[in-house]
């Protein structure tokens, strides 16, 4: 098997540091990828596949990590804000569980994907409009590049593809490989931001 590319801070040579700024690239490489799968078939589709199931697990593994911890603290309304985003990302997770477990080339794939690009599209804009420009308006510039700094430290040590008993047993059980490679990610994310 190839080794699967994907887009990674730093891949168009912008700095990035800036939390928000990587995540709205991340946004716009999660929607590229989901083109990709959609338009490919066989052998590339698999790839594309892994790609788009590790973006988006590396992105929202790092935002419950990162983003909506400081959203809790820092933006009125923040607990009830991070517990609609948590509610989608769990959903998604449940579907990429699904898809996961799928032929890529199978009948039912794509209907599901479509599905799963239409959620993680709406979450997308409600993660723009309720937490990124807020910690935005409420932040400098230091913090902004420390959350980034975290997020792409998570990037260089995710895996490239899902991985079955990892870290959380219980997580395991109930979502199969794509809740262990979140787990992999949130440890490295932890990890970064000095914590244990």
């Known amino acids: 098997m190839s080794e699967l590319k994907t887009p990674q801070a730093g891949d168009d040579r912008s700095l990035d540091d800036d939390v928000v700024s990587l995540l709205m690239r991340q946004h716009g490489d ?11 078939s066989g052998e590339e589709r698999r790839d594309a596949f892994r790609r788009l199931v590790r973006l988006l697990a590396v992105h929202e593994t790092a935002e419950e990590e990162v983003v909506h911890p400081f959203v809790r603290r820092s ?8 517990e609609d985003r948590l509610k989608e990302e769990r959903e998604a997770k449940e579907m990429l569980a699904v898809l996961d477990d799928m032929d890529p080339d199978g009948p039912d794939f794509l209907p599901k994907l479509i599905e799963l690009r239409r959620d993680v599209q709406m979450h997308a804009r409600a993660e723009e409009r309720y937490e990124f420009i807020h910690i935005r308006r409420s932040t400098d510039v230091t913090d902004l590049a420390a959350m980034a700094k975290a997020i792409k430290a998570a990037e260089a040590m995710a895996p490239t593809r899902p991985h079955p008993g990892v870290e959380s047993g219980a997580k395991n059980m109930a979502l199969g490989p794509v809740a262990a490679l979140m787990d992999r990610t949130k440890d490295t994310v932890r990890k970064a931001m000095g914590g244990s």
């Open 75 to 82: 933006v009125a309304g923040g607990q009830e804000i991070v």
């Open 30 to 40: 999660i929607r590229n990828l989901f083109d990709e799968v959609e338009a490919t």
